[in-house]
Each structure stands twice: as structure tokens, then as C-alpha cells.
């Protein structure tokens, strides 16, 4: 049986539950012949299969894509403003639709996802219908004598976009919105093991656009070079892991394509000896246990003053036990639900059995339970700068501590990791926040806080976290391209 997306949870558990791509603007069935199991993280359950994509796919979408640039571009900036506005008005009213569908593929806790994750999606789509409107350009003028010269903001073309399985509704929100808002076409493939609320999103984005402005391919690794490399995009746009990152940059230089990449994260958290402890822990456990630590700008590193470090590891430790209790994604009190795979299971347990010697394990430290990729919310203290777990991106459950003895030395921490997305600093010193937040070599830092975002604030990192902004002006200005008109005046 295939099932269009929004019937797919209606269905028992069966082993023909089989997705289609989204293209040209319906469901149609991929020419792979390839198969992945899409299971449940919570249950290990085997719920249904999607296709692995072919070049055959990959072209197809591309050619909707291209296609449909002509008639989606020519549309006013008002016009797409309303088509946006639309669709986030769809999502509003069928947002527990797609928080039943984000659970079921995450294992994250149900009952808070339309408050933690839809409604941001709606925000953000909200935004980007107002950007569709603010095309910036300079004034224009006689720059030379005898001629007047001004700026036209106009969309880059087709989009390829690849998002990650940590949060998918939102990445691909994040991905798409700008580049629709700026009059762009996209084909989009999402992470193989999370695709439901893409494709729900797809069919709802065809409802209010030209058919084959949202094109999404479902596959794999193969599935998602084939797209990075195909010759149709002007630009590619991905968020995951270093490596892929890479391989993406790599491959769009072949064809001198556009790179967007938003990349891995070791976010510190500096806490100094005048900072709140209470608020600190509360602030730094919430931002470290999020989504079971599946975050790029998540809470990893623990850099505390030497005077404060064990009043502050220990409330750590209390507030972990209280309020980041994981389970399944009904349960109640549950504040984080289970890693994405076995293979995320695996890295994790992996890097907390490589601890050394030195390292203490103040609470976790292990999977809990037998069924369920579920890992219990774990801190370490007795870091050092070149151990590998403070130098490598976990992607899960642990907060690894380190102490510090002046400002020279916390920075100097802070810094020295190859990622440069987010940090947070924990002070009452105002001064010291401001130099901090100067010197500290991250995309976004927070004070006195870790973790919130806005629509209308840029995202996006430095080094190997990769360039390019989600979200802001900033983001819906890399959806465009600059372009000089002159015309002499006789």
C-alpha cells in the first residue's frame, strides 16, 4: 500500500506502508527500487518503509523545480507573502496533525511538541511572508555622469536543500521559507529516518504555490549527492554533520554552485563566580538535555570558575535528577525523549566508554531500559581541553565540565574546539558580558541564558560549524542575488 502522508498514521503497522516522493506538485512513486525501514526510536517498531531516490527522481524534481521557477518568481512580493501567510495559517490549524507525525518519527514527548517545535515552525514561516515584502537595495543614483544605476534583489533560481532528523518540521520550515519568500523553487530531501512532517508540509506548500515549487526526494546518502550535484541548482543549503557539510561544499565547487551550510556545534557555557547558581544550573540543564542533546547549539561544555565548581556541579547534578527525567513519548513528567537510532545509541555509549581515567561520571553514564534508543541524561567533571569528549560533537545526553581559574583561560577554552556556533556566558558583570561576548568566536552567544531563538535573530556559525545564516533578514538575503542595472540617460 502507499499512503499519502496524511493518512499514514491511520494505518496499522505494516511492512507496505510504503512513502512516495513529492513532485511536480503530488505523490508519485520513486523509480528506486530501494527500500529503508523507517522505525520508531521509542519502540524499535518497524512502522513502514520509504523509497531510496534515484538520479531518475533527483531529475524529476529538478525539472518541476525548474519548471515552476518562471511562474513562482514572477509572482509579486505581495503574492508570495500571502501564499506564506497561507500555508502557515494551514499548519496552525492542522498543528497537532503535525506534532502526531514529528513524534511518532522522533520518539520526542507529545505532549509538549505543538508548544516546543509547531508553533515555531508557524512563526517562522510568519516571518518570512513579511521578508518577501523588504527587498533591500541601494538608493539609486548618477554614479556615473550621464547615467543612472540602481539595484535589483532577485531570486537565486532552484534551490537544493538536504535537512537533518533532529528537528526535521523545523529545518525544513527554516530551509524552505526563505527561499520561497525570495521567489526561489526548491527540491528538498530529508533526513531518511524522519521524513513524515516534510512531506505533510509539501503537500500543504502545493496547495498555495505554482506546481513544483516544493519538490522533496526521499532517500539516502547517494540520494542526497545526486541532488548536491545535480546541474539545475544555483545553490545547495544543507544542516548536518561536518563531514556531510564537506562533502557538499566539495562537490558544489565542481559547478560553482552556492553553499549554505549549517554544521555541527560544541557549545560551552562559562559560568563565573558571581553568576546566579541556581539560574545557571536551571538554564544550563534545559539547554543541555533539549531534545536529548540532539542540538548543534546545545549545552556541551560546562567551563566553570575553580571557586564555584563544585556548588555548581552539584547543582547540576539535582536539577538533572528533578526536572530531565527521558522516556516515551506518552509518558508523563518526561522531559526528553529517545535518541534517533541505534546508531546514535551506539556513538553516544561510545564516547562516554572512552572516557579517561580522570573523568567522573556524577550522574548517568548509560542507556536506560532494553527497548527504546532511550540514554539516560549524563554529566562528567574532571574534563580536560584536549579529551575527546570536549573536543568532538557527542550529539546527545552528556554535559562534560571543566574548570577554569581566570578570564584569560576561560576563553581560551571556550575558543579552542574546531566549532564556533554558540556559547553562553553566566555573569552579573556587565562589563565582562561585553567583552565576552566580543571576543568569545561563536555565531551567537547568550547571557545569562542558553538555547532560546527568534524568528527575527540570525543563526548560524563560524569555522567548522560552516557560514550562512537560517532565520533574519540575513537569512532571506542569502536567497538572493545582487544584480547592477545602468542605463545611460540620452
Not at 527587498?135 to 539595484?151: C, D, I, Q, W
Not at 513524515?196 to 504555490?209: M, R
Not at 546566579?276 to 570558575?305: M, Y
Not at 579517561?356 to 554529566?379: L, Y
Amino acid at each position: 500500500m502507499i499512503l499519502p502522508i496524511s493518512l499514514f498514521l491511520l494505518y496499522s503497522v505494516d511492512m507496505t506502508n510504503l512513502l512516495q516522493n513529492f513532485i511536480g506538485g503530488r505523490s508519485v512513486p520513486a523509480h528506486g527500487e530501494g527500500r529503508m525501514d523507517l522505525v520508531d526510536p521509542a519502540t524499535e517498531e518497524i512502522y513502514g518503509q520509504a523509497p531510496v531516490s534515484d538520479e531518475a527522481d533527483v531529475d524529476a524534481a529538478y525539472a518541476a523545480a525548474a519548471a515552476a521557477f518562471p511562474q513562482w518568481r514572477e509572482k509579486t512580493p505581495a503574492e508570495r507573502q500571502l501564499a506564506l501567510f497561507r500555508i502557515a495559517e494551514e499548519m496552525a490549524a492542522r498543528a497537532e496533525e503535525f506534532a502526531d507525525l514529528e513524534s511518532h518519527d522522533t520518539g520526542k514527548p507529545r505532549a509538549t511538541l505543538v508548544a516546543d517545535e509547531i508553533e515555531q515552525s508557524i512563526d517562522q514561516l510568519r516571518f518570512f511572508a513579511g521578508a518577501a515584502r523588504s527587498l533591500e537595495g541601494r538608493a539609486a543614483g548618477e554614479y556615473l555622469p550621464g547615467h543612472t544605476s540602481y539595484v535589483r534583489r532577485e531570486p537565486i533560481g532552484v534551490i537544493g536543500q538536504v535537512t537533518p532528523w533532529n528537528y526535521p518540521l523545523n529545518m525544513a520550515v527554516w530551509k524552505i521559507a526563505p527561499a520561497l519568500a525570495a521567489g526561489n523553487t526548491v527540491v528538498l530531501k530529508p533526513a531518511e529516518a524522519t521524513p513524515l512532517t516534510t512531506l505533510l508540509l509539501a503537500e500543504i506548500v502545493a496547495e498555495h504555490t505554482p506546481a513544483g515549487t516544493l519538490n522533496v526526494v526521499l532517500g539516502d546518502r547517494e540520494t542526497g549527492a545526486a541532488l548536491v550535484a545535480h546541474p539545475t541548482a544555483q545553490m545547495v543549503a544543507i544542516t548536518g554533520s561536518v563531514r556531510a557539510g564537506m562533502a557538499v561544499a566539495e562537490a558544489a565547487a565542481a559547478d560553482v554552485k552556492r553553499v549554505h551550510l549549517e554544521l555541527g556545534g560544541k557549545a560551552p557555557a562559562i559560568v563565573f563566580p558571581d553568576a546566579s547558581i541556581e539560574k545557571a544550573a536551571e538554564g544550563i540543564v534545559t539547554g543541555a538535555f533539549f531534545n536529548a542533546g540532539q542540538d548543534c547549539t546545545a549545552a556541551t561544555r560546562v567551563i566553570v570558575h575553580s571557586s564555584v565548581h563544585d556548588e555548581l556541579v552539584a547543582a547540576l547534578v539535582e536539577r538533572t535528577r528533578t526536572h530531565a527525567r527521558t522516556g516515551g513519548p506518552h509518558e508523563d513528567g518526561v522531559f526528553f525523549g529517545p535518541l534517533s537510532s541505534a546508531a546514535q545509541l551506539a556513538q553516544v555509549q561510545g564516547f562516554v566508554d572512552r572516557l579517561p581515567d580522570h573523568a567522573v561520571v556524577e550522574t548517568g553514564g548509560k542507556r536506560q531500559g532494553d527497548t527504546g534508543f532511550f540514554f539516560e541524561p549524563t554529566i562528567v567533571s574532571g574534563m580536560r581541553q584536549d579529551d575527546e569528549a570536549v573536543q568532538s560533537e557527542i550529539f546527545g545526553p552528556v554535559l562534560t565540565v571543566q574548570s577554569f581559574e581566570d578570564d584569560d583561560e576561560a576563553l581560551a577554552f571556550a575558543n579552542g574546539v574546531p566549532f564556533a556556533l554558540a556559547a553562553s556566558i553566566w555573569t552579573k558583570d556587565h562589563a565582562r558580558s561585553l567583552r565576552f561576548s566580543r571576543d568569545l568566536d561563536f555565531g551567537c552567544v547568550w547571557i545569562n541564558t542558553h538555547i532560546p531563538f527568534v524568528s527575527d535573530m540570525p543563526h548560524g556559525g563560524f569555522k567548522h560549524s560552516g557560514y550562512g545564516k537560517d532565520l533574519s533578514q540575513y537569512g532571506f538575503d542569502d536567497y538572493t542575488r545582487i544584480k547592477h542595472v545602468m542605463s545611460a540617460l540620452d
